[in-house]
């Protein structure tokens, strides 16, 4: 049975929350990251794949929807010690979500701890999480435009992982279109193009989450 | 050159704009579609296809976004008039937008006002926008656990279009669970599967349009 945590968003102060994340992450060396991305991109897919991968990276997932608990059940069958925040109907995580749910994962025995946010490409942008890399997924699926429609997720993310190549060419999905309009709303991130189905790419974002580690 | 108005969500006396807006369509015998679903689930390709077969049904469609003008030149290029509302980053639209912009459409030669709502399956459920009909779109990449996980969506649809069928085997959706979410959160609709790609399933949702003409 995983823990499922159910709390209202608190958005006044949330960059003091923020900051006392970090600092619960910091004074462990624990690694933070916010995952963001539209329903359906594939963040927990690509969890799950990247725990099963990376034994011997120790990963902590705070999962979290706007009802369900279902997220965080694979997670921890992947093998990942998991919190589930259901935010009632909110469409984004809060900072004091994360300050409040983060003590009961055991950060001593952790390399990473991975907040999947809601599924929503606009709210979530707007709030920081503590998280020391902020990772947007975009799905082959989704269509080639959606960096100029979403700009604000875009241009806060460190990285961009453009997920589900496997369909790529059956969905007519352009890079290009996605490389240009990158260039203009965040020139200085590059993405890492990947499937948690056919394996491709993965050894890129797994050189990444690597080299970040402390 | 589309018509692209900014507007701030007014969340206040919601229901009020919405049966403002409600009235305005009836008095012209006019049908309100508000159109809900994630970013990239193919809404602008489905009414773009829609109008260019449907040549008799004369629709105006009012686009939500929360930046680009992009999908109301896509409209317009498929033959229909079209409003382009900008949120400015705000999740939903709300009624007072709507109430402010449909006196720009001609309504005495229209059938249809669609209205495409913003990319996202949170915040637009909870907003009436003087709607006769609420259309869900549910694209089968983004996988078929999405009723459970985002009920509000499904809950308040009058139709629920399972989209992209042509790639359904491709990314291993399963109908059944959706099947058996949708029993469970909206027993009264029964969704209806289509692709705009290969065509599959059009002629029964233009069927849909038709039986609804007043």
Same mark, same amino acid.
Request: net charge negative; aromatic share 4%.
């Given at each position: ?126 709030? /920081? ?7 947007? #997924? +975009? !799905?082959?699926?989704? *269509? ?5 429609? &979403? ?32 260039? /203009? ?7 890492? #193009? +990947? !499937?948690?189905?056919? *394996? ?5 974002? &797994? ?8």
């Amino acid at each position: 049975m995983v823990d499922i945590v159910v709390m209202r968003a608190v958005t006044s102060d949330n960059q003091a929350h923020a900051d006392k994340v970090r600092a619960m992450l910091d004074e462990k060396n624990v690694i933070g990251l916010n995952i963001i991305s539209s329903p359906g991109a594939g963040k927990t897919t690509l969890l799950e794949r990247t725990i099963v991968d990376n034994p011997d990276l120790r990963f902590g997932v705070i999962e979290g929807d706007v009802f369900t608990g279902r997220d965080a059940s694979r997670i921890e069958a992947a093998g990942a010690p998991s919190i589930q925040l259901n935010t009632e109907g909110a469409c984004h995580l809060t900072a004091n979500m994360i300050e409040t749910v983060l003590p009961r994962l055991r950060l001593d025995e952790l390399d990473f701890v991975v907040v999947e946010n809601i599924g929503n490409l606009i709210c979530p942008a707007a709030f /920081a999480l503590g998280e020391h890399r902020r990772v947007v #997924l +975009l !799905s082959t699926p989704e *269509g080639s435009d959606k960096v100029q429609k &979403y700009p604000h997720a875009f241009n806060t993310a460190d990285l961009v992982l453009v997920t589900k190549t496997d369909v790529a060419g059956a969905v007519g999905f352009e890079l290009s279109i996605v490389l240009e309009d990158l260039k /203009a709303v965040n020139p200085k991130v590059e993405p890492l #193009l +990947l !499937s948690a189905v056919s *394996g491709e790419g993965l050894d890129r974002w &797994y050189g990444w989450l690597r080299s970040l580690r402390r």
